[in-house]
């Protein structure tokens, strides 16, 4: 029987970490290269890549491309530990790592006790389930980057201050962007001193409870709302082995058509006048807080909003 092309480069790809060639970490061929130098289709570059990420062998890593996973496919398994050292804190930290390594669906209580060499059960003790578990993992992550003591200098400055911290936080654990949504928030200490941060920002603003309510939450959601895509592209590389900028390449029969079309020719003329265009979400997440911002100026620091709707 003939192996199909997308094994064979599979196959090869694994030859080479098993000789060294490629060692954890290492960056593997993208799938544009794997269609060159197999001369195959992107789809079967592709389907190799997602082979090889459903074996272990390789994992997709944000803005780094598709990388050879720890120990040659297969994650290092720390020592047993004594459960009589495990604490709430080991728990919640070593969850986090897992959800930042894999992703938040594969946080289970049995893998995360493998993770800490436990009985399942020891997790118990220190955490009442997986959902009292991730309210804890969003507390410790927006944690990591603390906010600064004393009174906001001036509301624009304390509402930047946040929304930057919180893009930080989900840029550093992509999961938790997608855990709440703005009507059911999780109940976290470290998000309410967020809130309490920009209720005291604008407190000599003049607006009303509802609207200084509105603006917080407006800004939370912007955050929130961008920074759900770091993930949605970490999820969709990891299952297809194509980076955004290769998607896009694919997409060329689809652009070629709405030109052809000329029902489009405002967005024809856009792509025209942009040229080569590549979607920073950095980029984009400064270009809308100030955008955000700016638009709030003349209600806030007129003291307007009582009763708007």
Same mark, same amino acid.
């Given at each position: 029987?003939?192996?199909?092309?997308?094994?064979?480069?599979?196959? =090869?790809?694994?030859?080479?970490?098993?000789?060294?060639?490629?060692?954890?970490?290492?960056? +593997?061929? !993208? %799938?544009?290269?794997?269609?060159?130098?197999?001369?195959?289709?992107?789809?079967?570059?592709?389907?190799?890549?997602?082979?090889?990420?459903?074996e272990? +062998?390789?994992?997709?890593?944000?803005?780094?491309?598709?990388?050879?996973?720890?120990?040659?496919?297969?994650?290092?398994?720390?020592?047993?530990?004594?459960?009589?050292?495990?604490?709430?804190?080991?728990v +919640?930290?070593?969850?986090?790592?897992?959800?930042?390594?894999?992703?938040?669906?594969?946080?289970?209580m049995?893998?995360?006790? =493998?993770?800490? /060499?436990?009985?399942?059960?020891?997790?118990?003790?220190?955490?009442? /389930?997986?959902?009292?578990?991730?309210?804890?993992?969003?507390?410790?992550?927006?944690?990591?980057?603390?906010?600064?003591?004393?009174?906001?200098a001036d509301?624009?400055?304390?509402?930047?201050?946040?929304?930057?911290?919180?893009?930080?936080?989900?840029?550093a654990?992509?999961?938790?962007?997608?855990? !709440?949504?703005? %009507?059911?928030?999780?109940?976290?200490?470290?998000?309410?001193?967020? %809130?309490?941060?920009?209720?005291?920002?604008?407190?000599? !603003?003049?607006?009303?409870?509802?609207?200084?309510?509105?603006?917080?939450?407006?800004?939370?959601g912007?955050?929130?709302?961008?920074?759900?895509?770091?993930?949605?592209?970490?999820r969709?590389?990891?299952?297809?082995?194509?980076?955004?900028?290769?998607?896009?390449?694919?997409?060329? =029969?689809?652009?070629?058509?709405?030109?052809?079309?000329?029902?489009?020719?405002?967005? +024809?003329?856009?792509?025209?006048?942009?040229?080569?265009?590549?979607?920073?979400?950095?980029?984009?997440?400064?270009?809308?807080?100030?955008?955000?911002? =700016?638009?709030?100026?003349?209600?806030?620091?007129?003291?307007?909003?009582?009763?708007?709707?």
């Amino acid at each position: 029987m003939t192996t199909p092309p997308h094994a064979r480069i599979a196959a =090869d790809i694994k030859r080479r970490v098993a000789e060294g060639r490629l060692r954890p970490g290492d960056r +593997v061929p !993208s %799938t544009r290269q794997l269609a060159r130098d197999w001369n195959v289709a992107l789809a079967t570059a592709a389907k190799a890549l997602t082979l090889l990420a459903r074996e272990g +062998v390789v994992v997709a890593e944000p803005r780094v491309g598709t990388v050879v996973a720890q120990g040659r496919g297969q994650k290092a398994r720390p020592a047993a530990s004594s459960e009589h050292d495990l604490t709430r804190q080991r728990v +919640v930290r070593a969850a986090v790592e897992l959800a930042d390594a894999d992703g938040l669906a594969e946080l289970t209580m049995r893998a995360l006790a =493998d993770r800490l /060499g436990v009985a399942t059960m020891s997790l118990y003790r220190h955490v009442g /389930g997986k959902d009292d578990l991730v309210v804890l993992m969003v507390d410790a992550g927006i944690a990591e980057f603390a906010l600064p003591g004393g009174q906001p200098a001036d509301w624009r400055t304390g509402l930047e201050t946040i929304a930057r911290l919180q893009w930080a936080a989900y840029r550093a654990h992509p999961w938790m962007a997608g855990l !709440s949504s703005i %009507t059911r928030p999780v109940p976290s200490p470290a998000l309410l001193r967020h %809130t309490e941060w920009a209720m005291r920002a604008l407190a000599g !603003s003049g607006l009303d409870a509802e609207t200084r309510m509105y603006v917080q939450i407006m800004l939370y959601g912007y955050v929130q709302g961008i920074a759900a895509n770091i993930e949605k592209e970490r999820r969709a590389q990891a299952a297809t082995g194509v980076t955004a900028d290769e998607w896009m390449d694919e997409q060329g =029969d689809e652009l070629r058509w709405i030109g052809e079309s000329r029902n489009y020719p405002a967005f +024809v003329q856009l792509l025209d006048d942009l040229g080569e265009f590549d979607l920073d979400l950095d980029r984009l997440f400064e270009f809308g807080l100030g955008a955000l911002l =700016d638009g709030l100026t003349p209600m806030i620091e007129h003291g307007r909003g009582r009763n708007r709707r």
